[in-house]
């Protein structure tokens, strides 16, 4: 039994004595040839997954027979690295391990294969080879060098592995045939599948022969047919194609465009006219046509330009949301004033549920505009913003003129969603593409590649969603206006629940009973207990489930123990009342979700000056702790060689990273060594430098709406972030002790001295 590392490849088997060429472009497939080079003699373990659509198999799912592979030669490339595999012995796997570099190992051992009966093997392999060469001989793309190598060859376990490789079998089959270990059952299977195949040949041969049979014929027909053309015309009947043809000549004279576009259409009409029925092309150009005829080139809606009603309809359906509603009115009143301002690039920024989309619907509804949503989150193929060429297979326009001949407009509000989640790879860059789209300047002769003449997106008023702004592609900001939607406080919540998500929910459900209501106190402890969010799209969720169960069991009136008993146990009970113990505190945090309360632990044991770290932390965290060490050394008379360190950082399922988390952890580690407890209601945000200056940070009134939900008393911030408590509600100002400080002595004055 021996150890070797593990390159799992989808779609591809490799056989004993099998060679091969693969190009790995990922990192850790890399590493993994580097491992074996270095230290297993060139030599590692080919394992296929046995669900090939699984993207990331479990090491359970994977089989328990691989084949061990000597690297033969490697040589790097553009994308990566080119490796040529000799396939050497099947093996079996006992388990699967992975070391700290991710790379997969297997502790695996060789296999014996069964004692063979010579009389048998004789038969199979004599009756093998006579259904090998009934096989070559109908296959016409199929070489003999499989029967040289056959005649070179006694033994049954090659010849079988052999026959595999060289036949165009699917990866499971292949894969099966590996993982028979027994050469006797794989040849007698391999006698089965190949007269399959023959069955197969032979069909195809037969239909060939009729297909050649039938050509002449086919030619007759098209005579035929051109001559019953010719007579239906003189008798004044019009095919199909015909009347089409009179169709769209119609549609195009109708047609307010540019010349050329319609000398465009019109060739490709005429086009279309002279093309055989039976043609292929026919129904692709058919397409065309139509998408071209039925764009709307020159067809507005009639927009609102009233901001007073525009306003008034946003305030309607929308809580808060004042600088988006302000933005929008002003372009509305701008408008009256000059009709050939161009329309704004707005970029909506802010957590999940907060009401990015729904605004955006809103805003179209008060515009008297049409809507439509692009989603563009994993987007990395740029064609499917411009389109693919008409040459390609299953062509078709880009996502933008889908749009405009879906909402049968040229000024749509077109809502472009998730535009931090766009992906730059070898198929090309989206960002820029959509960078062209939006520009005011060049968009006004958009091309698609599918439509292949200029359309003008200048009447289209695009507005664009993103969580957050630091994953917006540099180009693009550039070019948006920004617009924050933030976190909602605990009120605010209420406020909404209140006006307008239970008005529509009791709307739906029919339930007109003026007597029911849910009071202020009741909404607090569903709100409080029940959702964990920065939006109010799970307390709509939440808030329709409990008016169901109410419908359905016809409850007249509801108080606390009625909710759990329809809606269950609490599901966000308070995180942060935990035992309170030195070395712990609460840390503010803004994630995807918005502001975020978090803990941040420390603990000591014997050592000599080591520092572990745990909870899911990025570089920049880490980065942070490595200052904290430092300036605590230097400055304070606190012995950290004779211990080692463990700091970890609550909600692992959270990416945790960024520079605001160096004052809580130096809190926290201070609290340790001086075994001093930092009270629960107390929260800190701030980056650390080496001489302890307390540094700018962001996302201060999140993290603050944060603290309040969580009912933090007081918080500590830097006093660089002064300023941006205007932003702050007042409210939050109110409940909140807000203390700013220039230096950690500061903190360490008031709770370590």
Not at 556 to 562: A, F, S
């Amino acid at each position: 039994m021996f150890n070797i590392p593990v390159i799992i490849l989808k779609q591809t088997v490799i056989l004993p004595n099998q060679e091969i060429k693969l190009e790995l472009s990922n990192t850790l497939s890399a590493k993994t040839i580097k491992e074996a080079t270095l230290n297993y003699k060139d030599q590692l373990l080919i394992i296929a997954p046995t669900d090939e659509k699984e993207e990331n198999p479990s090491v359970d799912d994977l089989p328990k027979v691989g084949v061990l592979a000597k690297i033969k030669s490697k040589i790097g490339v553009k994308s990566g690295i080119q490796v040529k595999l000799c396939g050497i012995q099947r093996v079996a796997v006992n388990k699967f391990y992975s070391d700290e570099n991710d790379i997969l190992y297997s502790e695996v051992m060789s296999i014996d294969l069964p004692s063979l009966i010579e009389e048998e093997e004789n038969a199979v392999l004599r009756k093998l080879i006579e259904v090998l060469k009934k096989y070559i001989a109908l296959a016409n793309y199929a070489s003999n060098d499989i029967l040289s190598y056959m005649n070179e060859k006694k033994d049954i376990n090659k010849i079988t592995d052999a026959i595999v490789s060289f036949l165009p079998f699917d990866t499971m089959k292949k894969l099966n045939y590996m993982q028979t270990i027994n050469p006797i059952k794989r040849a007698k299977a391999l006698i089965k599948d190949l007269n399959e195949e023959i069955k197969f040949l032979e069909l195809d041969e037969e239909l060939d022969e009729k297909v050649n049979a039938s050509f002449n014929e086919e030619q007759k027909k098209f005579l035929l047919k051109e001559k019953l053309k010719t007579i239906k015309k003189e008798l004044g009947e019009e095919s199909l194609q015909e009347e089409e043809s009179k169709k769209f000549r119609q549609l195009l004279e109708n047609l307010k465009i540019n010349q050329k576009i319609k000398e465009k259409i019109r060739h490709e009409i005429e086009k279309y006219e002279l093309m055989n029925e039976s043609s292929p092309e026919l129904s692709i150009l058919r397409n065309y046509i139509e998408y071209m005829l039925n764009l709307p080139w020159n067809k507005s809606t009639k927009e609102n330009n009233n901001f007073n009603e525009v306003a008034k309809e946003l305030d309607k359906s929308h809580y808060g949301l004042v600088e988006i509603k302000t933005r929008i009115s002003e372009f509305v009143a701008i408008k009256n004033i000059n009709k050939n301002i161009k329309s704004p690039v707005i970029c909506l920024v802010g957590p999940p549920g907060v009401g990015k989309t729904s605004i955006a619907m809103s805003i179209a509804s008060a515009l008297n505009r049409k809507f439509y949503k692009i989603s563009v989150g994993g987007l990395n193929d740029s064609t499917e913003l411009i389109g693919n060429r008409r040459t390609y297979i299953a062509a078709s326009p880009g996502k933008i003129i889908q749009g405009l001949y879906k909402s049968g407009v040229n000024n749509p509000v077109i809502l472009v969603d998730e535009v931090d989640k766009m992906v730059k790879d070898y198929k090309g860059d989206p960002a820029s593409t959509l960078l062209e789209i939006l520009d005011p300047v060049q968009n006004k002769y958009f091309v698609d590649n599918y439509i292949e003449e200029p359309f003008d997106l200048s009447k289209v008023l695009f507005i664009l969603t993103a969580n957050t702004i630091e994953d917006i592609p540099i180009a693009l900001l550039d070019r948006v206006e920004l617009i924050e939607l933030h976190s909602y406080t605990l009120f605010e919540k209420k406020d909404i629940a209140k006006k307008y998500l239970l008005p529509k929910i009791l709307s739906e459900h029919i339930i007109i009973d003026n007597n029911f209501k849910l009071s202020d106190d009741l909404l607090y402890f569903i709100i409080n207990n029940y959702t964990n969010e920065a939006g109010v799209r799970e307390l709509e969720r939440v808030l329709t489930s409990l008016i169901r169960k109410i419908a359905i069991n016809n409850i007249k009136t509801i108080n606390e123990e009625k909710i759990i008993k329809l809606l269950g146990n609490p599901k966000y009970e308070n995180e942060l009342l935990l035992e309170v113990l030195p070395g712990v505190v609460n840390s503010l945090a803004y994630t995807n979700h918005g502001g975020q309360v978090t803990k941040t632990e420390v603990i000591d044991y014997k050592g000599n000056g080591k520092i572990k770290v745990t909870g899911n932390v990025g570089i920049i965290m880490k980065e942070s702790i490595e200052v904290i060490i430092s300036y605590i050394k230097n400055n304070y008379k606190y012995n950290l060689n004779n211990i080692d360190l463990h700091f970890h950082f609550l909600d692992a399922s959270t990416k945790k990273d960024g520079p605001s988390a160096g004052l809580s952890i130096a809190v926290a580690l201070v609290s340790l060594l001086e075994k001093k407890v930092i009270p629960d209601d107390i929260a800190f945000t701030g980056e650390i430098s080496l001489n302890g200056s307390i540094l700018k940070i962001g996302g201060l009134k999140e993290k603050l709406i944060g603290a309040y939900n969580k009912e933090i008393k007081k918080v500590y911030i830097p006093k660089m972030n002064i300023k941006d408590l205007e932003e702050v509600p007042k409210i939050i100002l109110e409940k909140i002790e807000i203390i700013p400080i220039e230096n950690f002595s500061e903190i360490h004055k008031t709770y370590f001295k």
